[in-house]
């Protein structure tokens, strides 16, 4: 049975930053594009950031991008999201996805498996 379990999130200050955590039971991890998702209340799921099989790429949401960074340890079979300049905005639950295609890496419809998030709360 297939499980992504996440860790890491909680309540932090603006301009803050925390490290989500994300543990895979995939049979082999490095076969999976990992991805980042974020869902607040009332709106939908939106992509965050996504890595590649061996991690030589990564894919960011605009609103992200140069604050968020994406990495994953294969031999750990965990992938990783460190969010620093942490604004109220990005308050949301934050889930991890795994895809074996990677062709839509932003698209959420195309992830396999997701884990059941972890709540991160942003304070102004």
């Known amino acids: 049975q297939v499980q992504l379990v996440e860790s890491g999130g909680g309540l932090v200050q603006a301009g803050g930053s925390l490290r989500l955590s994300c543990a895979a039971s995939?049979?082999?991890?490095?076969?999976?594009?990992m991805g980042w998702f974020r869902q607040a209340p009332g709106k939908e799921r939106e992509f965050v950031a996504a890595i590649s099989w061996s991690g030589g790429s990564r894919l960011y949401a605009d609103s992200v991008k140069g604050r968020f960074t994406v990495s994953r340890n294969n031999a750990k079979n965990t992938v990783y999201l460190l969010m620093n300049s942490l604004k109220p905005e990005d308050t949301a639950v934050y889930y991890c996805?795994?895809?074996?295609?990677?062709?839509?890496?932003?698209?959420?419809?195309?992830?396999?498996?997701w884990g059941q998030g972890t709540q991160v709360t942003v304070s102004s």
């Open positions: 996805a795994a895809d074996h295609r990677g062709d839509v890496p932003e698209e959420k419809y195309e992830y396999d498996y």
């Open positions: 995939l049979r082999t991890f490095s076969d999976y594009f």
